[in-house]
């Protein structure tokens, strides 16, 4: 059961560790589906950091950011059914929204060259999605899974960590990859395979995103 | 490798939107078909629903928690047929009190000009009823250097109103101007003053003088601006008796 003991969230506040299970994820999803407003606050307060890092580092305008973010908890709010009801299936189900929206934007054409140039200035991987450690971040709901996703794509060989993070995080396609780094298109598409499948095996287990 | 293999090696690729838009296309449009496709699809979002979280975490500004909340909770408060209906609600009210306005304006337009029209027309019937009604017209001409005009009366006794006609004279010199005299017993007495446009008649409507005995004749002068007295001093241009 997750015990909201005080916000957390704000910049600046001592974040305090609070706990996620599987069924308060679920209860937060119930009470979402009867209009409850206090589950809303709840995920908003639980979820904004980390959909806010989805949509910054794929979205150069902070601005626009926080529009996809809120763009997404509307969806959360009014379309809360058509989410997954599997267990553990609410939070993966919003970064999902929140990411799929970053990409809607990035893939119209005014984005195009400012995606493309952004993924030329991010290209060290280990800079963009590895920063380093601010000790209070430890206490960051959500934290320890951050670090497992980490974890599991410094498992990759350098190679296939590069193409996903230009397709996932950069949300760039295939051949936009290919001509990133200059590689064949067939081989970019080996690189994710292999890519998705090791992650696959390796972030299957997490269950929990806040323990 | 067959056709649907296709999709199975891309089913990752289709999850994380690495696919070129053509391609994403087409795989929405097997999906639908493919129940092997669809569970395939859910197990690998699933496994990979946490992968956006290895970018780290961004605090958000102090308010923006609220803010969202906020305009989460104000949307749904306002249903989306209120939210498109008031906007249209509003516009057209807008439209309807400028339409108003307009045709308000419009309307007082309208409604001047026809008290305008009726005016005119009121003054040309009762120039038609003066003729019409006349018991004698007259008409005598008014010849001088280098012109040939004439005048005409109207003389309707019922109502003891004339209409006059001046008309082919050139206007007044300076300082002088036309007048027109009615034959009195006792003697002339002052009409009106005849302004005359040489494009145009110059028409009057004249009552006639009550005090003075019955009207025999009329007169038209040309008198100096300087004559303020009640009796002609100038050329007389046209002389007519009834």
Known sequence: ?211 | MNAHDWYIENQAAYIARALERQEEELFEDHLPRCENCRKAIEEIERDLGWLPMAVRPVAPRPGFTRQITVAVLDHEIRPLWRRVMQPLAIAAMLALVVGLGLVSRHSARLESTLMVTRERLDALSDTLGIMQRAQHILQTTIKGDGYEGGMFIFADNSTKRWKVVVHGIPAAPAGEAYHFWFMCPDGMVKGAEVKVDPTHPAILTLTLPQDFGPVYGASLTMESLSNVSSTPRGKELAHLRL
Do not use: C
């Open chain 1, 1 to 211: 059961m997750l015990a909201v003991s005080q916000p957390t969230t704000d910049r600046g506040r001592n974040a305090t560790r609070r706990f996620l299970s599987v069924e308060r994820e679920s209860s937060i999803r119930k009470r979402l589906i009867a209009r409850d407003e206090r589950a809303l606050v709840e995920l908003i307060d639980l979820a904004t950091p980390w959909l806010l890092g989805v949509t910054q580092s794929m979205l150069s305008d902070p601005a626009e950011a926080e529009e996809v973010v809120m763009e997404s908890f509307h969806v959360a709010w009014n379309r809360i059914e058509i989410s997954p009801d599997a267990e553990g299936g609410l939070m993966p189900w919003l970064l999902r929204v929140t990411r799929n929206r970053a990409i809607d934007r990035l893939r119209s054409q005014r984005r195009h060259v400012v995606k493309t140039r952004r993924a030329e200035i991010y290209s060290d991987i280990g800079d963009a999605i590895t920063p380093p450690e601010e000790p209070n971040e430890a206490g960051q709901p959500g934290w320890h899974v951050h670090e497992k996703v980490q974890a599991a794509m410094k498992e990759l060989p350098p190679e296939q960590q590069k193409a996903i993070y230009l397709a996932f995080y950069r949300g760039l396609t295939h051949s936009e990859i290919a001509e990133e780094l200059q590689i064949p298109l067939g081989t970019v598409k080996t690189r994710l395979r292999l890519a998705f499948g090791r992650l696959r095996g390796t972030l299957a287990t997490l269950k929990e995103w806040i323990v």
